[in-house]
């Protein structure tokens, strides 16, 4: 009879291997302590150090089970260090013109895109760079520094929780449109899945939700949700059954409508009331308006537009669509994933990725920053560190770590080779422009670069979960 159970081929040399140690019963009869515990400090119910092996075990990111969200997020944070060049190869090298050369759906955008990033002076460099910071940065302006103070400085405990409500209240509200474009593919997702015989009154009130209401304008839709289209999808899984991924659909679609309904802008008005009603509040506010609608026009401001961001961003689509020719489809998804890190909630930097042309050279650059780095306890205030990658097309790759405390700058800036000849003039000139801007130089190195510096050289704290409890749902 054919051995189906063995797949493989039995090991011709079997009788030289000493079978003593595998048998089982050597392990039970053992007085030594298998699989101890350590009470410091959770570990694998195995034994095991390690979280992963073979393939998703890589040296560089330690010991990080991929099979976790901490995991994924690592391994996710490790691919999108090639993200600028891909971005290089898309905008900035010769072969861009002949990529979008054929491409009538897409031309008007490129050239727009191109124009964006056209840099002429020191001034429109900096105005670019905090263009894109802000769009990276949802609270941003000067309303929500005050915020950032009340949480970080000694303000009264009934002032911090009035700050705590405002910006989840805002976050809801200002997420209105996003979470009406997610409920609505959910319910697309519904009507699929659902017997037959309910679509058809499903539908019907579905199509009674407003989809395209502004921010805050949430209560008709919410009279709807709560008072028509939740309870049938719950009459329908309790008279079908249903517990699979209707159900599933319908949970999520049940979360995305609580936010929904807590985005309304009268809620947010009373949420507003109570925290610049609280007697702490002026000193934290001097510089910003006290009224809601003074408040929300001043952050709708500070964003501004963002011709760069929002042209990109519809590019992306169209590259993704296939509109910029089905050979590039996979190159800008790509770029796509590689953007969608800054999204997790894992990461705990601001991560801009500027590509720019300034005096006739293409720049590829990238930035990493901790606004809040870990200091000594006997240090000062706070600390900023950050790290930088740029190309500099014709000169090569730069890394450039840089922490700045009490306005005193620790740097160190690595050049590539055809540049060493002149590192004393670089480190001269970078210390006259620092001290020009007001900021005392404690170190300054400058060296020829012979590698790349890993992010979790830089920034340690990305390995610090690594041991704490790691699942994926």
């Given amino acids: 009879m054919a051995n189906i159970l063995q797949v493989t081929r039995p090991t011709p040399d079997i009788e030289n291997r000493t079978l003593e140690n595998r048998d089982p019963r050597n392990h039970i009869n053992s007085q030594q302590i298998q699989n101890q515990v350590d009470p410091t400090r959770v570990v694998r119910a195995d034994g095991q150090e390690k979280g992963g092996t073979g393939a998703a075990h890589d040296g560089n990111y330690s010991v990080i089970d991929y099979e976790s969200n901490y995991g994924a997020f690592i391994q996710r944070l490790k691919d999108a260090g090639e993200l600028p060049e891909l971005l290089k190869q898309l905008l900035l090298e010769d072969s861009a013109g002949i990529l979008f050369g054929n491409q009538e759906s897409v031309a008007g955008l490129v050239e727009q895109l191109f124009t964006s990033i056209d840099i002429n002076s020191p001034e429109e460099l900096l105005a670019f760079l905090q263009s894109q910071q802000a769009a990276q940065v949802k609270f941003s302006g000067s309303f929500f520094d005050g915020l950032r103070s009340i949480l970080f400085q000694n303000a009264s405990q009934g002032l911090k929780e009035a700050a705590l409500a405002f910006l989840k209240g805002y976050n809801d509200y200002s997420s209105g449109e996003h979470l009406l474009i997610q409920m609505r593919s959910l319910t697309d997702d519904i009507s699929r899945l659902m017997l037959k015989s309910f679509r058809g009154d499903f539908e019907e009130l579905r199509d009674m939700i407003n989809w395209k209401a502004a921010d805050g304008d949430t209560a008709a839709n919410t009279e709807v949700l709560n008072g028509k289209l939740i309870p049938f999808l719950s009459r329908y899984i309790s008279r079908t059954h249903d517990y699979g991924a209707v159900r599933d659909a319908v949970m999520f679609f049940v979360l995305h409508a609580v936010k929904y309904e807590n985005g309304d802008k009268d809620r947010l008005a009373q949420l507003f009331d109570r925290l610049v009603g609280n007697r702490e509040a002026e000193r934290f506010f001097k510089n910003s308006p006290m009224d809601l609608e003074q408040a929300l026009e001043n952050i709708r401001g500070g964003q501004g537009k963002n011709d760069f961001a ?75 560190k950050m790290f930088f990658r740029f190309d500099i097309r014709e000169l090569g790759n730069f890394n450039m770590v840089l922490s700045l405390q009490d306005r005193k700058m620790d740097m160190q800036l690595y050049i590539p080779p055809v540049l060493t000849q002149k590192t004393q003039d670089i480190q001269e000139n970078i210390s006259g422009i620092l001290k020009k801007n007001g900021m005392d130089v404690n170190r300054l190195l400058v060296k020829e670069k012979r590698g790349e510096i890993r992010l979790e050289d830089v920034f340690p704290e990305i390995r610090e979960k690594e041991r704490t409890i790691n699942v994926r749902i």
């Fill in 310 to 384: 929002d042209t990109f961003s519809e590019l992306l689509l169209k590259g993704t669509g296939g509109q910029a020719g089905l050979e590039n489809i996979q190159q800008f998804y790509n770029i796509l994933n590689g953007m969608l890190i800054n999204e997790s909630v894992y990461l705990p930097f601001l991560h801009i990725v500027l590509p720019f042309r300034y005096d006739g050279k293409d720049v590829m650059s990238e930035i990493w920053a901790d606004p809040d780095a870990k200091k000594d306890p006997e240090e000062g205030g706070r600390r900023i």
